[in-house]
């Protein structure tokens, strides 16, 4: 409140008034809150008082009494229109990102290290803009610009910038991420980096031409589109350690030593044990991660899954023997048994390429877990049953499907059926098509089967299981970033800009995934999005800002990063505030 002096009729009048900024135009303006009357009068009748003074104290205690009490008195005009194109709603779950961002001091390295660059905008900025509109409102660059206005920030800078920044964001990546990995153990202890879980996943882009990134090679979405390859290394608690790209003709097991040997040589692991799946650790792989033929072992470990379905005879039939296996509480087995697990030391062959391009054979010595799980086999059945259906339905009109591929997996199922290799298309036979049973049964009997091999021969069956276990987050993670952070397809041309739009996305999984570390992981990655998206506001009155969500995960949230997202009303004033302690 203040108290406003102004002249009506020649003769000075006092008024108490309060300001505020008119969200259409922009402009301040001010509200007449008590009329005093002329100042003349006011001194005739209080001939003692310093009039000015005493209502300017009267202003200011009223200021304070509301600010105390939270009390406003609004007038609102029920007739009021909304204007043509009106879409003023307004995010404030981004403080909660922004507080992540900050604690992890990347506003401090991105103004630092611009001070070698003579940018005329600020790449701090830019970045803050495009990790939140990576998180809460996924799409291209154009659109996180467009979207500026959601937030209550300044971000002054052309859409021209945000590209011509990208290229000095590709220049810097490896740095950003070694930044981030020192940042987490200063503010949130020190990484359990003793598991490391590593998995490589693709992104598929729209174009026809290959270059030397985005090329043809095995697309986990099954996309003919030129791809890029990225291997991402997480620390034990899921949380994003490092990634590197690589062309899209990259086998899987030829990204392993890069993406490892630099988390290794650069972030201080000490002796790791790496999780994976064993199509992508080779024998060359292990042998370089156990250390090789060098004479000062590394002495790293390993646990990687070991297929049961594409294993020996010798090795099925020791799966189905029912001796050896215990249930959960370690007695013997039986057919009543919802779980069970055997385990035993194997000395396996693997083949390594020695220095002189030569394969070898090298024995590795592990132990080898099988488990099963009824739950696992129940799933696995019923995922088959549409599959059978499919099967089943071409045998009886088989000139209903004019391409095998239409029915993955069903053809298995299927005797005497033809097709061209190359295309999936069904070559017209005389032949009798046959279901066969005889392959069902034999791929129902190995249904929730699993079997793992690791280094680790001292650490306890359920240990290893609940190790192996942990890789579903590294699944996840690539399912969020093609998902919830829409990160393919990619419409970006030059490589330095697709490399900057992966960090973008490396950094916002990091914040998502503290985020839910620091709820103790009771939520997953889209329930934190989601939230974050509908700590949402509308403008109601003067400055003031009306908010209408609010749940056990928004409490959690806010809790956990300190900031207050329980208030259904807040001032401008007070949403700044926020804003600038989550920058604190």
């Known amino acids: ?193 003793k598991t490391i879980y590593y998995d490589v996943t693709n992104y598929y882009f729209e174009i026809d031409q290959e270059d030397e990134l985005r090329k043809r090679g095995f697309s986990k979405e099954n996309k003919k589109a030129p791809i890029i390859q990225m291997g991402l290394a997480m620390d034990a608690d899921g949380i994003p350690l490092h990634y590197e790209m690589f062309p899209g003709n990259t086998p899987d097991t030829s990204t392993f030593r890069s993406v490892v040997g630099e988390v290794r040589r650069k972030y201080d692991t000490g002796r790791i044990v790496v999780v994976a799946d064993m199509g992508i650790i080779s024998g060359d792989n292990i042998y370089y991660l156990t250390g090789g033929e060098k004479k000062e072992k590394t002495d790293n470990g390993y646990v990687l899954s070991f297929s049961v379905r594409g294993g020996t005879g010798e090795f099925k039939e020791y799966v189905l023997d029912n001796s050896g296996y215990v249930d959960k509480d370690d007695q013997p087995a039986t057919e009543d048994s919802d779980f069970k697990i055997k385990s035993n030391l194997i000395a396996r062959e693997i083949y390594v390429t020695m220095s002189n391009g030569k394969t070898k054979k090298k024995i590795v010595y592990e132990k080898q877990i099988v488990f099963w799980s009824r739950k696992y086999a129940d799933k696995a059945r019923a995922d088959r049953a549409k599959i059978i259906q499919k099967a089943k339905a071409y045998v009886e009109n088989p000139g209903k499907y004019k391409n095998a591929t239409q029915k993955h997996g069903a053809a298995k199922y299927v005797e005497n059926i033809e097709v061209v290799e190359s295309t999936g298309e069904v070559i017209e036979s005389e032949k009798t098509l046959i279901f066969n049973e005889l392959k069902l049964l034999e791929d129902e009997k190995l249904d929730g089967y699993y079997s793992i091999v690791t280094s680790e021969k001292d650490m306890a069956d359920d240990e290893i299981i609940d190790t192996y276990r942990g890789l579903w987050e590294i699944e996840e993670t690539f399912r969020v970033t093609k998902s919830t952070l829409e990160a393919r397809p990619v419409f970006l041309s030059r490589e330095e800009r697709i490399r900057a739009h992966f960090l973008t996305c490396f950094i916002s999984l990091v914040i998502v995934r503290i985020l839910q570390k620091l709820t103790d992981k009771r939520f997953s990655s889209e329930e934190i999005v989601n939230c974050l998206n509908r700590i949402s506001c509308s403008h109601e009155a003067e400055n003031i800002y009306l908010f209408d969500y609010r749940n056990d995960t928004t409490d959690a949230i806010g809790q956990a990063v300190g900031l207050d997202f329980t208030r259904k009303r807040l001032r401008l004033s007070e949403i700044k505030n926020i804003v600038a302690n989550a920058k604190a």
């Open 1 to 193: 409140m203040n108290l406003k002096i102004g002249k009506s009729n020649n003769r000075t009048y006092l008024s108490i008034v309060h300001g505020y900024r008119d969200k259409e135009t922009k402009q301040v303006r001010t509200k007449t809150i008590k009329s005093l009357g002329y100042l003349d009068e006011l001194e005739k009748a209080h001939p003692d008082v310093d009039v000015i003074a005493h209502y300017r104290e009267v202003a200011r205690q009223m200021t304070e009494n509301e600010n105390t009490q939270k009390k406003v008195t609004l007038t609102i005009d029920m007739n009021e229109v909304l204007a043509t194109g009106t879409d003023s709603r307004m995010n404030l779950g981004y403080a909660a990102i922004l507080k992540v961002y900050h604690d992890l001091k990347l506003d401090r390295f991105f103004r630092n290290d611009a001070r070698n660059h003579s940018f005329e905008y600020s790449p701090n900025s830019i970045m803050t803009m495009l990790v939140v509109s990576r998180l809460l409102s996924p799409g291209s660059k154009l659109k996180a610009y467009d979207d500026r206005g959601r937030y209550f920030e300044r971000f002054d800078f052309a859409l021209a910038d945000v590209y011509r920044c990208l290229s000095y964001f590709a220049g810097i990546e490896m740095d950003v991420q070694r930044h981030i990995n020192e940042q987490i153990s200063l503010c949130y202890g020190k990484r359990n980096m």
